[in-house]
Every structure is written in C-alpha cells, then in structure tokens.
C-alpha cells in the first residue's frame, strides 16, 4: 500500500463531507448512492450487515424517522482520517467519527465515538464505499 497524495487526500475528505451531510439530512437515498450497489454496511451495534443500496437506504430511513420522532438532530464529525492506496487503486481509509445528538431545546451531546474503516473503490461518478465497518467504542 502507498500513501495518497495531498490532493487525492482533500478528494476524499469532500467526499465524506458531502456523504455525512447527506446522511445527517436524512438523504437516505442520495446517501445509499455513495455506496457500490453491493456495497456493505458493518457495525458492531448491529446484529448483521446491511448489504446493498436499497437494504442500506431503508436502514437510514428508519433511523431517521426514530430521531425525528424523538426531535433529535444528529451530526456525523469525521476526522484522523488516514488514506492507503492498495496496488489496484482501492483506498483503505480509517477515521474517527463523533456523533453529536442535540434533542429539541437541548444541549448537544456526544452520542457516540466510533472508527470507521472504509474500503473506497473509483466509479464513473467518483468513489463510492465497497466496505464500511464501524466500530462503536462504548461495545
């Protein structure tokens, strides 16, 4: 594997930038888009894995309706963020990412801490996540 170069390194971080802002909107669908159509979605907080765009857009939908059932808004910070490049172009990418929940009227809470281990794969339109797993620190 082989360390990116600076600006692969700013590409991919506008990437997860766009992808959180989309998940924490509640795009769920332009959110699954960012994903390979088997991509794969692994945490340690779910029983098994949701595979494929349509599997993974209906588990934000849900979670989304949970939140604003609950009139709680989340946002996804991620950070620490390292990127290798294996030999056929994949990216390896490890992160930090901090869940911030701030329920109606209240004071923002760090909900969760997390790693987030990503395997990143070019597409016509740009990367798109192959793998993700996340791991809850608090698990």
């Not at 059932?69 to 490049?85: A, C, F, P, V, Y």
């Not at 923002?108 to 997390?114: E, Y």
């Not at 790693?115 to 070019?122: A, H, N, S």
């Amino acid at each position: 594997m082989t360390i990116v170069s600076t600006e692969l390194y700013q590409e991919i971080q506008h990437f997860y930038a766009r992808q959180m802002q989309q998940l924490d909107a509640g795009l769920a669908d332009d959110w699954a888009a960012t994903f390979a159509e088997d991509g794969v979605f692994e945490a340690n907080a779910h029983p098994e894995p949701s595979v494929g765009r349509a599997v993974i857009s209906a588990a934000v939908k849900q979670a989304h309706g949970r939140l604003a059932e609950t009139q709680e808004t989340r946002r996804h910070w991620l950070g620490m963020l390292t990127i290798d490049r294996g030999e056929d172009g994949t990216l390896f990418v490890r992160s930090y990412a901090l869940i911030v929940g701030t329920k109606k009227g209240g004071e923002p809470k760090i909900v969760f801490s997390t790693l987030c281990e990503d395997t990143l794969v070019r597409h016509e339109d740009g990367w798109q996540v192959k793998y993700r797993k996340v791991t809850r620190d608090d698990l």
